[in-house]
Nanobody, 124 residues
Framework: QVQLKESGGGLVQTGGSLRLSCAAS????????MGWFRQAPGKEREFVAT????????DYADSVKGRFTISREDAKNTVYLQMNSLKPEDTAVYYC?????????????????WGQGTQVTVSS
């Protein structure tokens, strides 16, 4: 089992950058594929990015491709989401998630472990 805690959210202007972190408990973090999802007010939670075990494979939602980068640092039990060129439509609560598997996962139902989320607000 793994517990997740996100940090790094905040208020930023359009075009700005933020880096989200997700710290995981447990000594087997490296065995988990990780994902980032987000939920905007009044909308369903949606996929943002995923990274495989060891970071060999990544995948992104079309809406963030080229602007966001997911990475992981297994020695620190941490996954990151670097967000550049932020837009007001990126405003949401961002969640990290974990699944015990090697490859990536893009669907919410695939992830049994979730953090509590961190708020990102992009002002216009």
């Amino acid at each position: 089992q793994v517990q997740l805690k996100e940090s790094g959210g905040g208020l930023v202007q359009t075009g700005g950058s933020l880096r989200l972190s997700c710290a995981a408990s447990g000594r087997t973090f490296s065995n988990y594929a990780m994902g980032w999802f987000r939920q905007a007010p009044g909308k369903e939670r949606e996929f943002v990015a995923t990274i495989s075990r060891k970071g060999a494979i990544t995948d992104y939602a079309d809406s963030v491709k080229g602007r966001f980068t997911i990475s992981r640092e297994d020695a620190k039990n941490t996954v990151y989401l670097q967000m550049n060129s932020l837009k007001p439509e990126d405003t949401a609560v961002y969640y990290c998630a974990a699944v015990l598997r090697g490859g990536t996962a893009v669907y919410e139902y695939e992830y049994p472990y979730w953090g509590q989320g961190t708020q990102v607000t992009v002002s216009s």
